[in-house]
């Protein structure tokens, strides 16, 4: 797992996303996968859980969320409060993630019903012995990005050579594979830092490699003009923000019912997050992260950048959350540069294509 952040106290990067992180456990091995097996919903101690409270007759699954109750989760937040999840036929509990949490043995043990992840956790469960799949992508865009302040802008190919990069040691195998696809070894100086992009600001380093709405938007909301190159305009195309399922989930009917819901509620709560960002803010800073102490500037600009990851051409045709084809290929290649392998029957629409079919309106 990701080191701690230096300010994981619940004010800046921690209300990001650390579920970039999967990408920093490609260098923990596909043991780290299996590791939570034994963790429950019920230890994660000093977390607020919230369940649905609807009619005692619908089934009750838990969703594992990757990170802590923020703004990443908006769209989860607003299905449960507006009943989404119980109009569609189930009560879901989302159990808050962390820094020792990973969401996909949960899911494999049985604790939770989905889990909200992202091909290389997955791909490390799945190699280490986990039979689960794949169903559907929020981010349709990979959110790591080099950034530099606009003053002494990196943004692109030509303006990376002979810059300091910092680069932290458990994301290395990302940014090594960054430089061999774009030819770059011995043209851009590598800097070890720990996870403080101030860094960039002090001059010490010309840029960082960090997640879009985490690292980049701390500077931001402390008054900096960034400047992001995304890692996806370069060669390492990745969706990101993953559901993942057990295998037998999709056989077993009720089950397969229950993980359709789930989506349904997701689809319909992240619409409506991405039409009014303030939505999600409002109810992370005052339900459901609302013992965490939650900057409002960093989760607006959190939530405001983190509408652009939801789209693609992929979306438009078919609907939140679609995997096409191109992307899944791509991310398939994008995880064996980095050095974890996946295959493509990972990944799988066909649950979204039944909700899409049995409610055209979704789209």
Not at 60 to 80: K, P, R, T, Y
Not at 174 to 188: E, P
């Amino acid at each position: 797992m990701a080191s701690k952040r230096e300010d994981e106290r619940p004010i800046l990067s921690q209300p990001t996303n650390l579920s970039r992180r999967d990408f920093i456990r490609l260098t923990a091995g596909a043991s780290l996968g299996m590791a939570a097996l034994g963790m429950s919903g019920e230890k994660l101690a000093g977390h607020r859980l919230f369940a649905s409270t609807g009619s005692a007759a619908l089934p009750n699954v838990s969703m594992q969320l990757l990170w802590i109750d923020n703004v990443q989760f908006a769209g989860e937040f607003v299905a449960e409060s507006r009943g989404y999840y119980r109009n569609a036929g189930v009560n879901v509990t989302l159990l808050p993630g962390g820094t020792t949490i990973t969401p996909d043995p949960i899911v494999a043990s049985g604790k939770a019903l989905v889990g909200i992840s992202s091909p290389s956790l997955t791909g490390s469960a799945v190699a280490a012995g986990a039979a689960l799949k794949i169903v559907g992508a929020q981010y349709q865009k990979n959110p790591d990005v080099i950034m530099s302040l606009a003053s002494r802008p990196i943004r692109n190919l030509k303006d990376i050579v002979g810059k300091r990069v910092g680069v932290q040691a458990n994301i290395r195998s990302v940014w090594n594979a960054f430089l061999a696809v774009n030819h770059l070894q011995g043209k851009v100086v590598t800097v070890p830092v720990q996870d403080d992009p101030s860094l960039v600001v002090s001059g010490d380093i010309d840029g960082f490699l960090g997640f879009y709405t985490n690292e980049a938007v701390t500077l931001e909301v402390k008054g900096y003009d960034v400047v992001t190159m995304f890692l996806q305009d370069y060669g390492l195309p990745l969706l990101y923000e993953t559901y993942c399922v057990r295998s037998s989930s999709l056989t077993n009917t009720a089950e397969r019912k229950q993980i359709k819901a789930v989506l349904l509620g997701d689809i319909k709560g992240w619409r409506v997050q991405l039409a009014d960002p303030t939505i999600g803010v409002n109810l992370a800073l005052n339900k459901y992260g609302s013992n965490l102490g939650l900057n409002h500037k960093q989760q607006a600009a959190q939530a405001k950048a983190e509408t652009s990851l939801y789209s693609s051409s992929a979306t438009k045709s078919h609907g939140l959350f679609w995997m096409s084809q191109q992307a899944i290929a791509q991310s398939v290649t994008t995880m064996g540069k980095a050095g974890i392998k996946i295959r493509e029957n990972l990944f799988t629409n066909e649950l979204l294509v039944e909700l899409y079919e049995e409610y055209p309106g979704l789209r």
